[in-house]
């Protein structure tokens, strides 16, 4: 048997043990993997051009605010000094009752992160729903630190796969580069495009959310038929 480290729990049979080693050693493998996708993924060869230098609306910061609506360019979106931009599209249709429940649970997460991804990187939410629909629910949940987008008068979710063609709304991660005065594509989250192997489901965006984590680390699991809801009781 391999150990790793001195550390012993209290009443932890040998057996534990010898389970515990074995899976220090698989962690130790995914961790590497992990590592490698990370750096595979940093290595892609630089995406096409932005297709156009969108307009969407934008509230002020302040959500309580419920008269600003502002023209944001795509472009605009990009920080002095920080050249990468992550948007995530947001399920929230404009004739959606409300919005997607897993959406919400993922940003929930973003929310509490977002001032720490910005000292890196520039981070934005759109959706397609109107601007103030999509505050409406980001007063609700709190979101005070995301910057959310309307995308309603642009093309933007269809182009960037964040729309089916028959106006469904898909979850979707794009990531842009800012190079001097280009903007280019260099990832999205399209493995949610790839039909999943039998007992999984896409996990196209489990890297940013905490809650699918956590419950891998515990005997239950993430179980087979829970998923995330915008209440509880």
């Known amino acids: 048997m391999v150990d790793f480290h001195d550390k012993r729990f209290p009443g932890e049979s040998d057996e534990y043990r010898i389970q515990r080693n074995k899976l220090i050693a698989a962690e130790i493998e995914l961790r590497k993997h992990i590592e490698q996708v990370a750096a595979q993924r940093r290595r892609l060869p630089v995406g096409g051009r932005l297709k156009e230098d969108y307009v969407f609306e934008e509230g002020a910061p302040d959500l309580s605010d419920?008269?600003?609506v502002n023209q944001t360019s795509m472009s605009a979106l990009f920080a002095d000094g920080k050249d990468s931009l992550v948007v995530y599209s947001f399920m929230y249709g404009p004739q959606a009752k409300t919005?997607?429940?897993m959406c919400t649970s993922l940003l929930d997460s973003l929310?509490?992160?977002?001032?720490?991804i910005?000292?890196?990187v520039n981070l934005a939410v759109v959706a397609k729903a109107p601007v103030q629909k999509i505050r409406n629910w980001a007063m609700q949940r709190n979101w005070e630190n995301l910057r959310l987008l309307s995308s309603g008068g642009t093309t933007y979710n269809a182009d960037y796969f964040g729309e089916a063609p028959d106006g469904d709304q898909i979850s979707i991660v794009n990531v842009f580069q800012r190079t001097g005065d280009v903007i280019n594509h260099t990832y999205n989250s399209e493995l949610i495009f790839v039909p999943p192997e039998e007992g999984q489901n896409p996990r196209h965006v489990d890297t940013l959310w905490p809650l699918w984590n956590v419950?891998?680390?515990?005997?239950?699991g993430r179980g087979e038929d829970w998923f995330p809801r915008v209440t509880y009781d």
């Open 118 to 120: 910005r000292q890196r």
């Open 99 to 101: 919005p997607c429940p």
């Open 215 to 220: 419950f891998d680390l515990t005997p239950e």
């Open 66 to 68: 419920r008269t600003t």
């Open 111 to 116: 929310n509490g992160a977002a001032l720490h």
